[in-house]
């Protein structure tokens, strides 16, 4: 299967963990995002990266948040000491640079703060 | 911020008949996109719209871009059991010299009777 890839699919943990997620895009996708998605709403952007490079945070993105892409590859988000408040399904999304507005989406990871 | 209003935000109908549904923004973008989604999956991408008025079709779906840019409809024709699901409208924005976002309506949850 060569669409993006996202580990966990469920992930269920107590408030005031960590939790963090992976994302492997489509292999040549230079770009990469992530958004968060609550029952009844539509995606909401976190960020993005262009290769190694961050080069978006949205104000959702709070302090407890951080994302990485060390090698342009796979990324990374992480949530510390989370929140019930943090519960959604995490979308990661790739696309080319050239062809930005198509993004595609992975199956996401859900996220139960307990 | 950008805002997506997308309607309508349910539908009931029978197989065989034709679905309409919509998105305005009180801004301008420069794509927009429909994606559909299926409970515990990400969004599918569906149709991509680069240019104001332009319609596009992808089978049984036709979508447009509305001139204005602030707009943009989708139609499905002749329902199947398997069009359930939610649809999404996103609209794509370039922020600055990197930003790189979709913004996402709240969805059309579509129900097709048998």
């Known amino acids: 299967d060569t669409g993006v890839s996202q580990d966990p699919r469920h992930k269920i943990t107590k408030r005031g963990q960590n939790v963090t997620f992976r994302c492997d895009p489509i292999?040549?996708?230079?770009?990469l995002y992530w958004y968060r998605q609550t029952l009844g709403q539509g995606p909401e952007f976190l960020t993005y990266f262009q290769n190694e490079a961050q080069l978006e945070k949205s104000r959702l993105l709070s302090d407890r948040f951080s994302a990485e892409r060390p090698k342009g590859s796979f990324s990374t988000l992480e949530i510390q000491r989370t929140e019930q408040g943090d519960s959604a399904m995490y979308l990661c999304?790739?696309?080319?640079?050239?062809?930005?507005?198509?993004?595609?989406f992975g199956q996401g990871t859900r996220l139960t703060v307990v | 911020g950008q805002q997506l209003n997308q309607s309508p935000q349910s539908m009931f109908i029978q197989e065989g008949e034709d679905v309409s549904m919509n998105c305005t923004s009180s801004?301008?973008?420069?794509?927009w996109l429909w994606y559909k989604q299926d409970p515990g999956e990400g969004p599918v991408l569906l149709i991509a719209?680069?240019?104001?008025?332009e319609l596009t079709s992808n089978g049984r779906l036709t979508a447009q871009f509305g001139i204005t840019r602030k707009d943009s409809f989708l139609n499905i024709s002749a329902s199947i059991p398997s069009d359930v699901g939610i649809y999404f409208c996103a609209g794509h924005t370039i922020s600055g010299e990197s930003g790189s976002r979709l913004t996402f309506g709240e969805g059309t949850q579509l129900t097709v009777n048998p």
């Open positions: 999304a790739s696309s080319l640079r050239s062809r930005t507005r198509e993004a595609f």
């Open positions: 292999s040549e996708h230079n770009r």
């Open positions: 801004s301008i973008f420069n794509t």
């Open positions: 719209l680069y240019k104001a008025g």
